[in-house]
Each structure stands twice: as structure tokens, then as C-alpha cells.
């Protein structure tokens, strides 16, 4: 069975380079050492992040994974200074693109964004797509102060240039801002490594993703681009989980001519990211609907020894386990 997998992340050592040399210090959010050493010791070297053609298809071909859907994971440069963002994400783009160009029939990709110049981000998703042959765009959270989430008129560019180009929008977590976590996750009766995971992959991230996904249901944008697409990985980021309670109570006081959960149901498509159990594939399914599940790993990230085996052993039907796999993922990203 072909398996397309839409949430795999790359970096680049060219890239890298560049952002050391515009961008002396990366803020990362507020991250203690002892956060920085499990960080160290738990995410993948950078070789291979970089590596296309080597250990990354040996353990696709190990895991029967066709082809991998590119992004890049913690180097994205969307949210570096300003003054850079758009020389910045231009250059990922184009070592991505080169990337793609290695094994073309084993991967496709996501553009990075500036999402700093709504404009030019939009130009640049433009490009992605029509000169480099990407399938979408990977935003992480915005760090701008002024404009903290995109349901903002300000990200607007962004959404009507991928509703008009007809491809997703892919909605990653990244570190909240340090305000949040400090007051969320932090000063517990736990030590300083576990608020940083708390406050990123263990919950953080996820509720922070799902705030900005909810908050774009409420702002009408998908009323205003009715062809607009999101992807939202970890089952959904606990939106999905809140559907009817949102239409329950909230619903009835906006001016949406629709139900949030029709809304999400139309316009969302939901990933695992790595999270490869019964229960939420069961519950997600019976949610959004077998049309609208992707798979992915979060690659290299992640990668669970079930990745290769977790479609083919779950309840699903045939005809659904074909959708998962890739029918879905051909579909709405024109494969």
C-alpha cells in the first residue's frame, strides 16, 4: 500500500549558516538549561535533518513510507528578524527545493513564510508553488507582539494566496510566547526540564496551535475563502476534541452562518504527527470524517516503530486505510 506521510522535517546546513551569520542569537523562548540538556539529547542531529538520499529513505523504504511531505522543523526561518525574514525564507526555500529535486519521486514539499510582510509572503508561497512545484506552506505561531495570532486582517495575504493557489496551510507548534509559559507551566512542584516539556511537547504546543486554529474558525476567514484548507497535526491540536461543546456555546453568539464544528469538518484536515494509537484514530474518524485524515511521523523527530505497521493493523476498512495512506493526501495536495 503507497503511504504519504505530510508532517517530515529537513534543515539545511547552507541555511543554517546564513541565519548564524545574519541572526547571532535565535530566540528559542524561555528555556532553561536543564531544558537545553534534554533538548540536546533528545533531538536529531542536524546531519540528519540535512540527509535526503542516505538514512532518511533507508528508513522509509524499512517502514514503507513512499514519500514524505518536507518542512522545515526547527530551523524555519518565518519568525527570524524582520529585516531578514524574506531573504531568509527564500533561501530555505530554495534548498528545499534542491532537496525535493534528489529523490523526486520520494518527496514534495511545504513552503517557509515571511510572515513578517504578509505581502511578500504571499508573492513567496506564489512562487513556491508555481516555480517550485511545493504542495502548501508550514506556519509555526507568529511572534509578533503587534499581530500574536493569525486570525489578525493583518495575515490575510497569506490565506487568500493559498485559497486562490488551492493548497493547505499547515499549522505546526512552536514555543509560546515566555509570558504564557511562565505563567502556565513553570514554578510547580517539578523541576525546570519538565516545565519546559509541559510547555512545549508534552501540552503546550498542541493547546497554543489549537487556540490559534479555533481562533481562525471564529474569524470568518474560511467564510471569506471558502477554498481556504488547514492542516492540523497531533489529532488536532485538542480542537478537535471540542467541536460540539464550541457549537454548544459559542456558536449561537457569533455571526458565522454556519456551525464551528461544519466549519472545521469542511476546512480541516487532521494529521497524528507521530501519535500512532487506536483510540485517537477511532475518535478523530468518527469526528472529521475519514476524508479528511492524513497520516504523518514528525520525522526524525519522532519515529515510532509502529510507523510502517500502524495503518495496515488498525480497524479501519480497506477502502478507509486507502484514504489514510495516501488517497486523502493525492487528493488535496493535487499528487
Known sequence: MKVITLEEHFSSQKLGQKMAEVLPKRPIGNVSPKMQDYMQRSLPPEAELEDVTGSRIQWMDQHQISMQILSYGNQNPQNSDPKFAVELTKLANDELAKAVAKAPDRFRAFASLPVSH??????????????????????????????????????????????????????????????????????????????????????????????????????????????????????????????????????????????????YRDHVYVTPSGILTEPQLKFVKDEVGIEHLLYSIDYPYIKPENSGSFIESSPLTDEEKELFAHGNAEKLLQL
Open 118 to 263: 504578509p505581502t511578500d509572503a504571499a508573492a513567496e508561497l506564489k512562487r513556491g508553488v508555481e516555480e517550485l512545484g511545493f504542495k502548501g506552506a508550514m506556519l509555526v505561531r507568529p511572534t509578533s507582539q503587534a499581530h500574536p495570532f493569525f486570525d489578525d486582517p493583518f495575515y490575510l495575504p497569506i490565506f487568500e494566496a493559498a485559497a486562490n493557489l488551492n493548497v493547505p496551510v499547515y499549522l505546526h507548534p512552536s514555543f509560546p510566547d515566555s509570558q504564557i509559559i511562565d505563567y502556565y507551566y513553570s514554578n510547580g512542584p517539578w523541576d525546570d526540564k519538565v516545565s519546559g516539556i509541559l510547555g512545549t511537547a508534552g501540552y503546550g504546543w498542541h493547546t497554543d496551535v489549537g487556540i490559534q486554529t479555533v481562533r481562525l474558525l471564529l474569524s470568518g476567514v474560511f467564510e471569506k475563502y471558502p477554498n481556504l484548507k488547514l492542516i492540523s497535526g497531533h489529532w488536532g491540536e485538542f480542537a478537535s476534541s471540542s467541536l460540539e461543546r464550541m457549537d454548544q456555546v459559542m456558536y449561537p453568539e457569533t455571526n458565522l452562518s454556519e456551525p464551528i464544528s461544519k466549519i
